[in-house]
T-cell receptor
Framework: ETGVTQTPRHLVMGMTNKKSLKCEQH?????MYWYKQSAKKPLELMFV???????ENNSVPSRFSPECPNSSHLFLHLHTLQPEDSALYLC?????????????FGAGTRLSVL | LAKTTQPISMDSYEGQEVNITCSHN???????ITWYQQFPSQGPRFIIQ???TKVTNEVASLFIPADRKSSTLSLPRVSLSDTAVYYC?????????????FGAGTRLAVHP
């Protein structure tokens, strides 16, 4: 248990569906991250929120829409996805600022787009 | 951001010490070196972090030479459960958030 909880753990959706991934952290952190990990590929940083403001958006297609309502919760809203979006989506959190702000990861959501 | 280079894969046997070396020739003054472990279908897990010299915790040791252009993760007496992908990352963690760029990592296989 890392203190970062992601739901659901598995998700299957069609290309026309709308779904959301949820991440919750119980570590008192104030920075949260979304990563994508495709098969046999390194983790790709998608979005970063620091103090509830988006500070990083790595050219992610608009069919992925993040939301950070408070420092403990992070969502990734999905709509009209493509089969190539099938991957493991990981959420992480850390303290912002200062030394040793190590990232703690959730177990991920395994997404399959049909 | 400093790029890192590490071996794609390594094999070891139970009870042996494993050393994984990471090269980061362009490391900047403010950069820290962080190692993560990842099991299949799970998120990476922090192992150890250091800036210079040697750092040791209950899981591993991290050796960093004076020029900081490389680092070595040492896992003492590995077991089958240490089979995983190990990532070396270098980045400035003094800012508002910790921007980590993951490479391909080193796939460690521990055999009986």
């Amino acid at each position: 248990e890392t203190g970062v909880t992601q739901t659901p753990r598995h998700l299957v959706m069609g290309m026309t569906n709308k779904k959301s991934l949820k991440c919750e952290q119980h570590l008192g952190h104030n920075a949260m991250y979304w990563y994508k990990q495709s098969a046999k590929k390194p983790l790709e940083l998608m979005f970063v929120y620091s103090l509830e403001e988006r500070v990083e958006n790595n050219s992610v297609p608009s069919r992925f829409s993040p939301e950070c309502p408070n420092s403990s919760h992070l969502f990734l809203h999905l709509h009209t996805l493509q089969p190539e979006d099938s991957a493991l989506y990981l959420c992480a959190s850390s303290l912002s600022g200062g030394a040793k702000n190590i990232q703690y990861f959730g177990a991920g959501t395994r997404l399959s787009v049909l | 951001l400093a790029k890192t280079t590490q071996p794609i894969s390594m094999d070891s046997y139970e009870g042996q010490e494993v050393n994984i070396t990471c090269s980061h020739n362009n490391i900047a003054t403010n950069d820290y070196i962080t190692w993560y472990q990842q099991f299949p279908s799970q998120g990476p897990r922090f192992i150890i972090q250091g800036y210079k010299t040697k750092v040791t915790n209950e899981v591993a040791s991290l050796f960093i030479p004076a020029d900081r252009k490389s680092s070595t993760l040492s896992l003492p007496r590995v077991s089958l459960s240490d089979t995983a992908v190990y990532y070396c990352l270098v980045g400035d963690i003094s800012g508002g958030y910790n921007k980590l760029i993951f490479g391909a990592g080193t796939r460690l296989a521990v055999h009986p």
